[in-house]
Nanobody
Framework: VQLQASGGGLVEPGGSLTISCAIS????????VGWFRQAPGKEREFVAT????????FYADSVKGRFSIYRVNSENTLNLQMSALKPGDTALYYC???????????????????WGQGTLVTVSS
């Protein structure tokens, strides 16, 4: 399974940005796709996840109401739409795939099997 994250960039506080995760190879065994982020000097943190089988969504409290994830036209691409961005959202954003069945929302990094290279989002004026 290969993941390609893209769409990062510089955005002003209060602005919006959408980043994408394109998944290829072994997608028939995908059970969950998640977004995580890591800010400079901080640990990686969970952002959001989608159950690839039933479409269920789960968000971190820090982004709930501001971020939204959605699958692009049944393709193997998961977008993360971010609005009302804050400087604290500045981070390297990673997408990850889980290829084994899950019975609850996958919100820790250990629950994922494959990772993309990350795309940088910088929120600054």
């Amino acid at each position: 399974v290969q993941l390609q994250a893209s769409g990062g960039g510089l955005v002003e506080p209060g602005g919006s940005l959408t980043i994408s995760c394109a998944i290829s190879g072994g997608t028939s065994s995908t059970y969950a796709v998640g977004w995580f982020r890591q800010a400079p000097g901080k640990e990686r943190e969970f952002v959001a996840t989608m159950n690839w089988i039933d479409g269920g969504l789960f968000y971190a409290d820090s982004v709930k109401g501001r971020f939204s994830i959605y699958r692009v036209n049944s393709e193997n691409t998961l977008n993360l739409q971010m609005s009302a961005l804050k400087p604290g959202d500045t981070a390297l954003y990673y997408c990850a795939v889980r290829v084994s069945p899950i019975f609850d929302d996958a919100i820790t990094g250990d629950e994922y099997d494959y990772w993309g290279q990350g795309t940088l989002v910088t929120v600054s004026s």
